[in-house]
């Protein structure tokens, strides 16, 4: 069953539509959902919904995923303050399971350290950082590099979706 298995981050001020969409499309797909954060409990999105995270993110859990999907708002900014958050991110990279970022997720990505040399979209307010990590910042709605898939905003979330999980059954 872990072959169908995929996680969601998840920190206060998450965007929440780049939480919500993704979640029940994955669900729509067949796909068990693990929502991770530094802890399990209520979080609260930047447009006031509230989720719940099913299990604390631990690097440890990497092989139990077939990939990551890491949101943006603000709560990429709190993802990077956390090492286990980081370090999972990373393992799953490593592990060459899908890893997708949308939006201002990208940070994580960076802090990360996988982005140097890819092809790179993201929020147009983090070009700056995107590039300053080595990584190239396309604009594109959707890039995908590897087993990084990244998308600009909510607006590219459809085609997005529709890529990743075209690749993750590829994968299966």
Same mark, same amino acid.
């Given at each position: 069953?872990?072959?169908?298995?995929?996680?969601?981050?998840?920190?206060?001020?998450?965007?929440?539509?780049?939480?919500?969409?993704?979640?029940?499309?994955?669900?729509?797909?067949?796909?068990?959902?693990?929502?991770?954060?530094?802890?399990? /409990?209520?979080? @609260? *999105? =930047?447009?006031?919904?509230? !989720?719940? $995270?099913?299990?604390?993110?631990?690097?440890?859990?990497?092989?139990?995923?077939?990939?990551?999907?890491?949101?943006?708002?603000?709560?990429?900014?709190?993802?990077?303050?956390?090492?286990?958050?980081?370090?999972?991110?990373?393992?799953?990279?490593?592990?060459?399971?899908?890893?997708?970022?949308?939006?201002?997720?990208?940070?994580?990505?960076?802090?990360? /350290?996988?982005? @140097? *040399? =890819?092809?790179?979209?993201? !929020?147009? $307010?983090?070009?700056?950082?995107?590039?300053?990590?080595?990584?190239?910042?396309?604009?594109?709605?959707?890039?995908?590099?590897?087993?990084?898939?990244?998308?600009?905003?909510?607006?590219?979330?459809?085609?997005?979706?529709?890529?990743?999980?075209?690749?993750?059954?590829?994968?299966?």
């Amino acid at each position: 069953m872990d072959g169908k298995k995929v996680a969601i981050l998840l920190e206060d001020f998450v965007e929440d539509v780049e939480f919500v969409y993704p979640f029940y499309r994955f669900k729509e797909e067949g796909y068990i959902v693990d929502v991770l954060a530094p802890k399990v /409990g209520e979080f @609260k *999105g =930047k447009k006031g919904l509230t !989720f719940h $995270s099913t299990h604390r993110v631990d690097p440890e859990n990497a092989d139990r995923y077939i990939a990551v999907f890491i949101p943006g708002g603000y709560a990429p900014d709190r993802f990077r303050r956390d090492k286990e958050t980081i370090e999972f991110i990373r393992q799953m990279y490593l592990k060459n399971k899908i890893v997708a970022a949308i939006c201002h997720g990208p940070w994580a990505l960076i802090s990360a /350290g996988i982005i @140097k *040399g =890819k092809r790179v979209t993201g !929020f147009f $307010s983090i070009k700056d950082d995107i590039q300053n990590a080595g990584g190239i910042y396309t604009g594109k709605p959707v890039e995908v590099d590897g087993n990084i898939i990244t998308a600009t905003d909510p607006k590219a979330m459809p085609e997005m979706m529709k890529i990743l999980t075209s690749i993750l059954r590829e994968k299966a």
